[in-house]
Protein backbone atom coordinates (compact mmCIF):
# COMPACT_ATOMS: atom_id res chain seq x y z
CA UNK A 1 0.00 0.00 0.00
CA UNK A 2 1.32 3.48 -0.48
CA UNK A 3 0.79 4.07 3.01
CA UNK A 4 1.82 7.87 2.20
CA UNK A 5 -0.23 8.63 -0.22
CA UNK A 6 -3.18 7.20 2.48
CA UNK A 7 -2.13 8.76 5.47
CA UNK A 8 -1.60 12.67 3.76
CA UNK A 9 -5.28 12.45 2.41
CA UNK A 10 -6.49 12.68 6.31
CA UNK A 11 -5.91 15.83 8.09
CA UNK A 12 -3.99 14.29 10.93
CA UNK A 13 -1.62 15.68 13.59
CA UNK A 14 2.02 15.00 14.24
CA UNK A 15 5.10 13.28 12.22
CA UNK A 16 4.33 9.46 11.65
CA UNK A 17 6.99 7.27 12.78
CA UNK A 18 5.50 4.00 12.40
CA UNK A 19 2.69 1.75 10.71
CA UNK A 20 1.74 -1.76 11.85
CA UNK A 21 -0.80 -3.96 12.24
CA UNK A 22 -3.49 -4.30 15.13
CA UNK A 23 -5.53 -6.98 16.81
CA UNK A 24 -7.16 -9.56 15.02
CA UNK A 25 -10.13 -8.95 13.17
CA UNK A 26 -11.22 -10.89 10.30
CA UNK A 27 -12.83 -8.30 7.98
CA UNK A 28 -11.02 -5.34 7.60
CA UNK A 29 -7.49 -4.52 7.75
CA UNK A 30 -6.25 -2.86 10.82
CA UNK A 31 -2.88 -0.68 11.66
CA UNK A 32 -1.81 1.00 14.52
CA UNK A 33 -0.13 4.50 13.15
CA UNK A 34 2.45 5.94 15.95
CA UNK A 35 3.35 9.63 15.71
CA UNK A 36 6.25 11.33 17.22
CA UNK A 37 5.18 14.21 19.18
CA UNK A 38 3.64 13.36 22.38
CA UNK A 39 0.73 15.90 22.42
CA UNK A 40 0.04 14.19 18.82
CA UNK A 41 -2.39 11.42 19.44
CA UNK A 42 -1.78 7.89 17.47
CA UNK A 43 -4.25 6.58 15.06
CA UNK A 44 -5.86 3.44 13.93
CA UNK A 45 -5.92 2.80 10.37
CA UNK A 46 -8.04 0.71 8.42
CA UNK A 47 -8.83 -0.70 4.70
CA UNK A 48 -12.40 -1.49 4.72
CA UNK A 49 -13.74 -4.56 3.16
CA UNK A 50 -15.73 -3.27 0.56
CA UNK A 51 -17.21 -6.85 -0.57
CA UNK A 52 -18.96 -7.45 2.98
CA UNK A 53 -19.47 -3.62 2.90
CA UNK A 54 -20.42 -2.63 -0.27
CA UNK A 55 -21.71 0.93 0.24
CA UNK A 56 -19.19 2.68 1.78
CA UNK A 57 -20.60 5.71 1.93
CA UNK A 58 -23.86 4.70 3.54
CA UNK A 59 -21.21 2.73 6.40
CA UNK A 60 -19.63 6.25 7.06
CA UNK A 61 -22.76 8.28 6.76
CA UNK A 62 -23.97 5.66 9.61
CA UNK A 63 -20.96 5.38 11.96
CA UNK A 64 -20.72 9.37 11.86
CA UNK A 65 -24.39 9.62 12.73
CA UNK A 66 -23.92 7.24 15.38
CA UNK A 67 -20.44 8.58 16.95
CA UNK A 68 -21.91 12.11 16.66
CA UNK A 69 -25.11 11.16 18.77
CA UNK A 70 -23.20 9.32 21.89
CA UNK A 71 -21.27 12.15 21.73
CA UNK A 72 -23.87 14.03 22.33
CA UNK A 73 -24.72 12.00 25.17
CA UNK A 74 -21.71 12.93 26.71
CA UNK A 75 -20.05 10.07 26.37
CA UNK A 76 -16.82 8.28 25.16
CA UNK A 77 -17.25 7.16 21.61
CA UNK A 78 -14.75 6.64 18.83
CA UNK A 79 -13.66 9.71 16.97
CA UNK A 80 -12.93 9.57 12.91
CA UNK A 81 -10.96 11.84 11.23
CA UNK A 82 -11.96 13.71 7.77
CA UNK A 83 -10.33 13.99 4.43
CA UNK A 84 -9.17 16.67 2.94
CA UNK A 85 -12.07 16.86 1.20
CA UNK A 86 -13.96 16.34 4.21
CA UNK A 87 -15.07 13.11 3.99
CA UNK A 88 -14.43 10.28 6.54
CA UNK A 89 -12.99 7.80 3.94
CA UNK A 90 -10.33 7.31 1.16
CA UNK A 91 -10.37 5.67 -2.08
CA UNK A 92 -7.08 5.27 -3.43
CA UNK A 93 -5.54 5.07 -6.63
CA UNK A 94 -5.73 1.06 -6.44
CA UNK A 95 -9.87 1.53 -5.46
CA UNK A 96 -8.67 0.02 -1.69
CA UNK A 97 -10.95 2.39 0.33
CA UNK A 98 -9.35 3.64 4.21
CA UNK A 99 -10.29 5.39 7.02
CA UNK A 100 -8.62 6.63 10.05
CA UNK A 101 -9.39 7.12 13.64
CA UNK A 102 -8.10 8.37 17.03
CA UNK A 103 -6.36 5.38 18.87
CA UNK A 104 -7.71 5.65 22.20
CA UNK A 105 -4.54 5.48 24.79
CA UNK A 106 -4.26 3.28 27.21
CA UNK A 107 -7.09 0.86 25.85
CA UNK A 108 -6.99 -2.69 25.30
CA UNK A 109 -9.41 -5.18 24.32
CA UNK A 110 -10.44 -9.32 25.99
CA UNK A 111 -10.88 -12.11 24.24
CA UNK A 112 -12.53 -13.82 27.28
CA UNK A 113 -15.30 -13.05 29.73
CA UNK A 114 -15.83 -13.60 33.36
CA UNK A 115 -18.38 -12.59 35.42
CA UNK A 116 -17.77 -8.97 36.01
CA UNK A 117 -16.83 -8.11 32.76
CA UNK A 118 -19.86 -10.36 31.28
CA UNK A 119 -22.39 -8.00 33.49
CA UNK A 120 -19.87 -5.03 32.22
CA UNK A 121 -20.54 -6.06 28.49
CA UNK A 122 -24.33 -6.21 29.46
CA UNK A 123 -24.80 -3.35 31.18
CA UNK A 124 -22.80 -1.68 28.21
CA UNK A 125 -24.12 -2.89 25.12
CA UNK A 126 -27.68 -2.16 26.64
CA UNK A 127 -26.61 1.39 27.38
CA UNK A 128 -25.46 1.50 23.67
CA UNK A 129 -28.59 1.33 22.36
CA UNK A 130 -30.35 2.82 24.67
CA UNK A 131 -28.11 5.62 23.37
CA UNK A 132 -29.04 5.25 19.99
CA UNK A 133 -32.93 4.74 20.67
CA UNK A 134 -33.43 8.50 20.15
CA UNK A 135 -31.85 8.94 16.76
CA UNK A 136 -34.68 10.87 14.85
CA UNK A 137 -34.03 9.08 11.15
CA UNK A 138 -32.95 5.26 11.04
CA UNK A 139 -29.62 4.47 9.89
CA UNK A 140 -29.42 2.31 6.43
CA UNK A 141 -28.53 -1.15 6.40
CA UNK A 142 -25.25 -2.16 6.08
CA UNK A 143 -25.57 -5.78 5.07
CA UNK A 144 -29.23 -6.12 4.54
CA UNK A 145 -31.48 -8.92 5.93
CA UNK A 146 -28.40 -9.71 8.18
CA UNK A 147 -30.19 -10.90 11.38
CA UNK A 148 -33.13 -11.66 9.14
CA UNK A 149 -34.04 -15.30 10.51
CA UNK A 150 -36.67 -15.79 7.56
CA UNK A 151 -34.16 -14.76 4.99
CA UNK A 152 -31.31 -16.85 6.36
CA UNK A 153 -33.81 -19.94 6.34
CA UNK A 154 -34.59 -19.27 2.86
CA UNK A 155 -30.92 -19.02 2.02
CA UNK A 156 -30.44 -22.53 3.42
CA UNK A 157 -33.62 -23.77 1.06
CA UNK A 158 -32.36 -22.42 -2.02
CA UNK A 159 -28.58 -23.67 -1.10
CA UNK A 160 -30.54 -27.00 -0.85
CA UNK A 161 -32.35 -27.01 -4.08
CA UNK A 162 -29.26 -26.27 -5.77
CA UNK A 163 -27.06 -28.52 -3.67
CA UNK A 164 -24.35 -27.47 -6.19
CA UNK A 165 -21.96 -30.34 -4.42
CA UNK A 166 -24.62 -33.01 -3.33
CA UNK A 167 -24.16 -32.76 -0.02
CA UNK A 168 -27.82 -32.01 1.10
CA UNK A 169 -28.73 -36.12 1.91
CA UNK A 170 -25.57 -36.49 4.08
CA UNK A 171 -26.88 -33.27 6.36
CA UNK A 172 -30.11 -34.12 6.52
CA UNK A 173 -30.75 -34.53 10.45
CA UNK A 174 -30.08 -31.27 10.91
CA UNK A 175 -32.10 -29.76 8.23
CA UNK A 176 -34.92 -31.75 10.06
CA UNK A 177 -34.28 -29.64 13.15
CA UNK A 178 -33.65 -26.24 11.27
CA UNK A 179 -37.78 -27.40 9.47
CA UNK A 180 -38.72 -28.52 12.87
CA UNK A 181 -38.07 -25.56 14.41
CA UNK A 182 -38.03 -23.00 11.89
CA UNK A 183 -41.76 -21.21 12.79
CA UNK A 184 -40.86 -20.67 16.69
CA UNK A 185 -37.51 -19.09 15.34
CA UNK A 186 -39.13 -16.98 12.72
CA UNK A 187 -41.26 -15.68 14.80
CA UNK A 188 -38.87 -12.13 15.22
CA UNK A 189 -40.16 -11.31 11.71
CA UNK A 190 -43.23 -12.01 12.10
CA UNK A 191 -44.02 -10.24 15.24
CA UNK A 192 -42.45 -7.24 13.93
CA UNK A 193 -45.24 -7.33 10.82
CA UNK A 194 -48.00 -7.44 13.28
CA UNK A 195 -46.53 -4.53 15.19
CA UNK A 196 -45.54 -5.95 18.29
CA UNK A 197 -41.91 -5.44 18.09
CA UNK A 198 -40.33 -2.48 16.70
CA UNK A 199 -36.94 -1.64 14.75
CA UNK A 200 -33.79 -0.75 17.15
CA UNK A 201 -30.73 0.11 16.67
CA UNK A 202 -28.54 -2.32 17.49
CA UNK A 203 -24.78 -3.07 17.30
CA UNK A 204 -25.06 -6.61 15.53
CA UNK A 205 -21.59 -7.46 16.10
CA UNK A 206 -21.51 -7.86 20.36
CA UNK A 207 -18.52 -9.90 20.83
CA UNK A 208 -16.38 -8.94 23.94
CA UNK A 209 -13.30 -8.45 21.74
CA UNK A 210 -15.55 -5.22 20.10
CA UNK A 211 -15.50 -3.04 24.04
CA UNK A 212 -12.64 -1.57 24.97
CA UNK A 213 -11.39 -1.58 28.33
CA UNK A 214 -8.50 0.53 30.43
CA UNK A 215 -5.21 -1.34 30.49
CA UNK A 216 -4.17 0.35 33.98
CA UNK A 217 -7.58 0.27 35.28
CA UNK A 218 -9.66 -2.53 33.42
CA UNK A 219 -12.69 -0.27 33.67
CA UNK A 220 -14.71 -0.27 30.27
CA UNK A 221 -14.48 2.62 28.15
CA UNK A 222 -16.44 2.51 24.85
CA UNK A 223 -18.04 0.15 22.21
CA UNK A 224 -15.73 -0.20 18.94
CA UNK A 225 -16.70 -1.85 15.80
CA UNK A 226 -19.57 0.00 14.59
CA UNK A 227 -19.58 -1.42 11.08
CA UNK A 228 -23.10 -3.14 11.47
CA UNK A 229 -24.41 -0.57 13.55
CA UNK A 230 -27.82 -0.72 12.15
CA UNK A 231 -31.62 -1.20 11.95
CA UNK A 232 -32.60 -4.46 13.70
CA UNK A 233 -35.11 -6.48 16.78
CA UNK A 234 -34.16 -6.65 19.35
CA UNK A 235 -32.38 -9.57 19.76
CA UNK A 236 -29.38 -8.96 17.40
CA UNK A 237 -27.31 -7.81 20.40
CA UNK A 238 -28.31 -10.07 23.35
CA UNK A 239 -28.25 -13.20 21.46
CA UNK A 240 -25.00 -12.96 19.24
CA UNK A 241 -22.88 -11.79 22.41
CA UNK A 242 -24.40 -15.00 24.45
CA UNK A 243 -23.78 -17.43 21.81
CA UNK A 244 -20.28 -16.27 21.38
CA UNK A 245 -19.50 -15.55 25.40
CA UNK A 246 -21.27 -17.94 26.90
CA UNK A 247 -20.41 -21.26 24.85
CA UNK A 248 -17.87 -23.44 26.71
CA UNK A 249 -15.44 -23.93 23.82
CA UNK A 250 -15.11 -22.43 20.28
CA UNK A 251 -17.74 -22.18 17.32
CA UNK A 252 -15.69 -24.21 15.49
CA UNK A 253 -14.85 -27.26 18.39
CA UNK A 254 -15.50 -30.48 16.72
CA UNK A 255 -16.07 -32.22 20.03
CA UNK A 256 -19.56 -31.52 20.64
CA UNK A 257 -19.44 -33.14 24.25
CA UNK A 258 -17.25 -29.80 25.15
CA UNK A 259 -20.12 -27.94 24.34
CA UNK A 260 -22.25 -26.11 26.91
CA UNK A 261 -23.82 -23.26 27.94
CA UNK A 262 -22.65 -21.34 30.76
CA UNK A 263 -25.78 -20.12 32.87
CA UNK A 264 -22.94 -18.14 35.15
CA UNK A 265 -22.39 -15.67 31.83
CA UNK A 266 -25.79 -15.46 30.60
CA UNK A 267 -26.86 -14.29 34.41
CA UNK A 268 -24.06 -12.07 34.88
CA UNK A 269 -24.83 -10.41 31.44
CA UNK A 270 -28.70 -10.58 31.53
CA UNK A 271 -28.44 -8.69 35.11
CA UNK A 272 -26.36 -5.69 33.17
CA UNK A 273 -28.27 -5.93 29.95
CA UNK A 274 -31.96 -5.59 31.89
CA UNK A 275 -30.73 -3.19 34.05
CA UNK A 276 -29.50 -0.27 30.64
CA UNK A 277 -32.91 -1.40 28.60
CA UNK A 278 -35.51 -1.92 31.03
CA UNK A 279 -36.79 1.81 30.21
CA UNK A 280 -37.60 1.15 27.52
CA UNK A 281 -37.70 -2.18 25.66
CA UNK A 282 -41.58 -3.81 26.05
CA UNK A 283 -42.38 -6.46 28.08
CA UNK A 284 -42.79 -8.54 25.08
CA UNK A 285 -38.97 -7.49 24.40
CA UNK A 286 -38.02 -8.43 28.29
CA UNK A 287 -40.05 -11.65 27.50
CA UNK A 288 -38.76 -13.11 24.42
CA UNK A 289 -34.99 -12.48 25.65
CA UNK A 290 -34.72 -15.81 26.25
CA UNK A 291 -35.58 -17.45 23.00
CA UNK A 292 -33.06 -14.83 21.72
CA UNK A 293 -30.26 -16.66 23.17
CA UNK A 294 -31.89 -19.86 21.65
CA UNK A 295 -32.02 -17.82 18.02
CA UNK A 296 -28.44 -17.09 17.99
CA UNK A 297 -27.04 -20.42 17.84
CA UNK A 298 -29.71 -21.50 15.51
CA UNK A 299 -29.31 -18.63 12.88
CA UNK A 300 -25.46 -19.35 12.96
CA UNK A 301 -26.07 -23.04 12.47
CA UNK A 302 -28.44 -22.31 9.57
CA UNK A 303 -25.46 -19.97 8.34
CA UNK A 304 -22.65 -22.30 8.51
CA UNK A 305 -24.60 -24.65 6.59
CA UNK A 306 -25.63 -22.71 3.96
CA UNK A 307 -21.83 -21.80 3.16
CA UNK A 308 -21.13 -25.87 3.81
CA UNK A 309 -23.82 -26.67 1.65
CA UNK A 310 -22.47 -24.30 -1.54
CA UNK A 311 -18.76 -25.08 -0.58
CA UNK A 312 -18.29 -21.05 -0.39
CA UNK A 313 -15.64 -19.47 1.52
CA UNK A 314 -17.99 -16.82 3.30
CA UNK A 315 -16.14 -18.25 6.76
CA UNK A 316 -12.83 -19.21 5.89
CA UNK A 317 -12.07 -22.74 5.69
CA UNK A 318 -8.76 -25.07 7.34
CA UNK A 319 -10.30 -28.39 5.77
CA UNK A 320 -13.38 -28.72 3.43
CA UNK A 321 -15.82 -29.85 6.42
CA UNK A 322 -15.13 -27.31 8.31
CA UNK A 323 -17.77 -24.98 7.63
CA UNK A 324 -20.04 -28.54 8.55
CA UNK A 325 -18.48 -28.54 12.24
CA UNK A 326 -19.11 -25.21 12.89
CA UNK A 327 -22.72 -25.87 11.78
CA UNK A 328 -22.71 -29.24 14.02
CA UNK A 329 -21.20 -26.94 16.67
CA UNK A 330 -23.57 -24.46 16.77
CA UNK A 331 -26.96 -26.51 16.52
CA UNK A 332 -25.63 -28.67 19.53
CA UNK A 333 -25.20 -25.31 21.33
CA UNK A 334 -28.88 -24.29 20.57
CA UNK A 335 -29.81 -27.50 22.21
CA UNK A 336 -28.08 -26.75 25.22
CA UNK A 337 -29.33 -23.60 25.40
CA UNK A 338 -32.92 -24.56 24.94
CA UNK A 339 -32.54 -26.94 27.78
CA UNK A 340 -32.33 -24.02 30.15
CA UNK A 341 -35.06 -22.22 28.84
CA UNK A 342 -37.26 -22.33 32.10
CA UNK A 343 -34.35 -21.45 34.33
CA UNK A 344 -33.47 -18.42 31.52
CA UNK A 345 -37.41 -17.25 31.96
CA UNK A 346 -37.37 -17.14 35.87
CA UNK A 347 -33.79 -15.38 35.84
CA UNK A 348 -34.97 -12.62 33.01
CA UNK A 349 -38.65 -12.25 35.26
CA UNK A 350 -36.30 -11.68 38.04
CA UNK A 351 -33.92 -9.27 37.01
CA UNK A 352 -37.19 -7.18 34.95
CA UNK A 353 -39.00 -7.10 38.53
CA UNK A 354 -36.10 -6.13 40.86
CA UNK A 355 -35.18 -3.23 38.56
CA UNK A 356 -38.86 -2.08 37.92
CA UNK A 357 -41.43 -2.27 40.66
CA UNK A 358 -44.57 -2.10 37.72
CA UNK A 359 -46.10 -5.64 37.19
CA UNK A 360 -44.29 -7.77 34.59
CA UNK A 361 -45.05 -10.11 31.89
CA UNK A 362 -48.12 -9.48 29.30
CA UNK A 363 -50.18 -12.33 28.42
CA UNK A 364 -48.66 -12.31 25.02
CA UNK A 365 -46.97 -15.49 25.90
CA UNK A 366 -49.69 -17.94 25.32
CA UNK A 367 -50.23 -16.43 21.82
CA UNK A 368 -46.67 -17.14 21.09
C1 LIG B 1 -18.69 -13.04 11.19
O1 LIG B 1 -15.85 -12.22 11.31
P1 LIG B 1 -16.65 -11.94 12.54
O2 LIG B 1 -16.38 -12.92 13.63
O3 LIG B 1 -16.57 -10.49 13.00
C2 LIG B 1 -20.12 -12.64 10.85
C3 LIG B 1 -21.00 -12.79 12.08
C4 LIG B 1 -20.95 -14.22 12.54
C5 LIG B 1 -19.49 -14.64 12.80
C6 LIG B 1 -19.40 -16.12 13.09
C7 LIG B 1 -20.40 -9.56 8.75
O4 LIG B 1 -18.22 -12.14 12.15
O5 LIG B 1 -22.33 -12.46 11.75
O6 LIG B 1 -21.69 -14.36 13.70
O7 LIG B 1 -18.67 -14.37 11.65
N1 LIG B 1 -20.12 -11.26 10.39
C8 LIG B 1 -20.58 -10.97 9.17
O8 LIG B 1 -18.09 -16.46 13.39
O9 LIG B 1 -21.11 -11.81 8.44
MG1 LIG C 1 -15.40 -7.43 14.60
Known sequence: ????????????????????????????????????????????????????????????????????????????????????????????????VWRISEYIPHSTTLNEVNNVTAYEAGHAFGHFEQMLSDLTEPLGYTIPNFHNMEYRMEQLRQAVREDPLQRAQGVSDMLDIFERDAERMCQGERLHREGRLPLRTCHCDTKVNNMLFDDRTGDFLMVIDLDTVMPSLFFSDYGDFLRTAASTTREDDPQLDNVHFRLDIFKAFTRGYIESVRTFFTPLEIELLPWAAELFPFMQSVRFLWAYILGNDYWKCDYPEHNLDRARNQLRLYEEVCRHEQEMALFCQQCYSASNQSPVFTNEKQEL
Open 1 to 96: MNQKEILHAFCIEGTVSEVKPLGNGLINDTFLVTTTEPAAPDYVLQRINTSIFTDVEMLQRNIERVTEHIRGCGEATLRFIPTRQGRTYHRDAEGN
